[in-house]
């Protein structure tokens, strides 16, 4: 993917032969990009913007380069179509036509297999496992931590 910016809205900058990008670096509907004109997405993903576990979510949305409608939700204020999609009620929570997608390792494993260009993962066996398992890693040695520090325990 190529990053080529950032888009203010209150100073509509303009950068050399690029469209408009906004942070996530996805270009605005009908602005094109090498040939591709981005539409508007049916994929919407309700997200915490202070949850480490959206954030994992939200940068596989922009490796992938995704157009998707991003949501900010308060986690004590959870709106009644999250509660309605998903029965833990929790964040992140994807919604890509009629699937509902609600945990982060499950919804980036969705998005490298619906998105395969560019992979998330090694080609070769050997070398996806060896991510896997650091991955893997974060996830047990330092997420709890993470976690911990988030809620000011």
Known sequence: MYLLGFWEESTQKKF????LVNFYGFCRKGD????VVAKHSTMVFYSDGNDHYSQRVRLVLAEKGVAVE???VEPGNIPEDIASL?????????VDRDLVLYESQV?????DERFPHPPLLPVYPVA?????LYVYRIQRDW????DTIVAGR
């Open 70 to 72: 991003i949501i900010d």
């Open 107 to 111: 919804i980036m494993e969705y998005l």
């Open 32 to 35: 094109s990009f090498m040939g």
């Open 16 to 19: 050399t032969n690029a469209p």
């Open 128 to 132: 996806r496992a060896q991510s896997r």
């Open 86 to 94: 998903n029965p833990y009620n929790s964040l992140p929570t994807l």
């Open 143 to 146: 997420c709890g931590f993470v």
